[in-house]
Each structure stands twice: as structure tokens, then as C-alpha cells.
């Protein structure tokens, strides 16, 4: 699977450089700095070393459905606290839709915050998926090439996360 994360204790200087420009940006800097204590000590919130290619023991799907930018850094927040308990040994899906696709937009047709955007690219970096709901787009008159070309396009956000918890995934939505 491309995205897929590295082995903890395999942290390039590209991901270092990364991690270090979102801090001074004010962006993950507490995924970044507990990311790297991850790696250093080999950890993943389950003492099992990861190898590439390893199914994960634990799939999480987040729905990502309002545009309040409170809640917005509420799941996001979510997602960076299940991936630095879990490192490589989860599988996360976000899936958005509704007013929370413009996350996942070239050019959002509401307000996003810098700082959003930054958060949601760095954990694209990390292996989390982020699925952009084909009929929230169809809605706005937007297609495929209008998502930031990392984002996954599904026909149905509500019908993704029907199937991703039939094939395991817990469902969360705040």
C-alpha cells in the first residue's frame, strides 16, 4: 500500500525536516515530538515491533462532516492521539463529506485555516487515509480533480463508512 508508515525507529531526515517545519509553524509539534520519542524507543502503543507490509492490529474510521473549525481540530486531534498510541500498528481512515470536504479542496470553497490544512497534510505523511465523498462534490459541482491529489475519492462518504466498519474499522464521529 503506498503511505504506508515506516518502521518507527526509521524516521528519514525528510520526515525530521518535515515534523521541524510544522513546529515552527505552530503545526504538530506534539505529534511530531512524540512521533519521534516513538521511534527512539521503538514503541507502538502496543511493544510490538512493525514490520513493512505488517497488517495493523487496529482500523479506525472518523467521520469528518462540519466545517466549525473547533471541531475540525477536535478530530484531527483525535486521530494524532489513536496514531501516537498505535504508531504503525493502525490503520486510520478519515472520511469527509458535507461541510468537512473542504479540507480535502485545492481551493475550499469555506474558510480553512492554515494551520487545519498543515495538520491534515502532516498526517497524510504518517499513512492516514482521507477519503473525499463523491456526492458532496457533485453537490458543490466539483470533481476528482479538485481534491488535494493525496485524498482518496468515494462515490458515498456515508456509504464508505458502512463498508469500512463491515470490514472492521471502528467508526468514530465527535
Do not use: W
Request: include cysteine; proline fraction near 5%; charged fraction near 20%.
Amino acid at each position: 500500500m503506498s503511505g504506508r508508515r515506516k518502521l518507527p525507529g526509521s524516521i528519514s531526515a525528510g520526515r525530521r525536516k518535515v515534523l521541524g517545519g510544522l513546529a515552527a509553524a505552530g503545526g504538530l509539534a506534539v505529534l511530531g515530538s512524540e512521533r519521534l520519542a516513538l521511534a527512539s524507543s521503538g514503541g507502538n502503543g502496543g511493544g510490538e515491533v512493525m514490520f513493512p507490509g505488517d497488517r495493523p492490529h487496529h482500523f479506525v474510521v472518523f467521520q469528518f462532516n462540519k466545517a466549525d473549525p473547533a471541531y475540525q481540530k477536535h478530530v484531527l486531534f483525535s486521530v494524532s492521539a489513536v496514531l501516537r498510541k498505535y504508531g504503525d500498528n493502525v490503520r486510520i481512515v478519515v472520511t469527509a463529506f458535507g461541510p468537512g470536504i473542504h479540507i480535502l479542496l485545492k481551493k475550499p470553497l469555506r474558510p480553512v485555516s492554515k494551520f487545519i490544512h498543515n495538520t491534515v497534510s502532516s498526517l497524510n505523511d504518517y499513512g492516514v487515509e482521507f477519503h473525499a465523498c463523491g456526492n458532496t462534490l457533485k453537490s458543490l459541482k466539483l470533481t476528482k480533480k479538485d481534491i488535494l491529489p493525496f485524498a482518496k475519492y468515494v462515490d458515498s462518504g456515508a456509504v464508505d463508512l458502512m463498508e469500512l466498519q463491515k470490514r472492521g474499522y471502528a467508526y468514530i464521529s465527535l
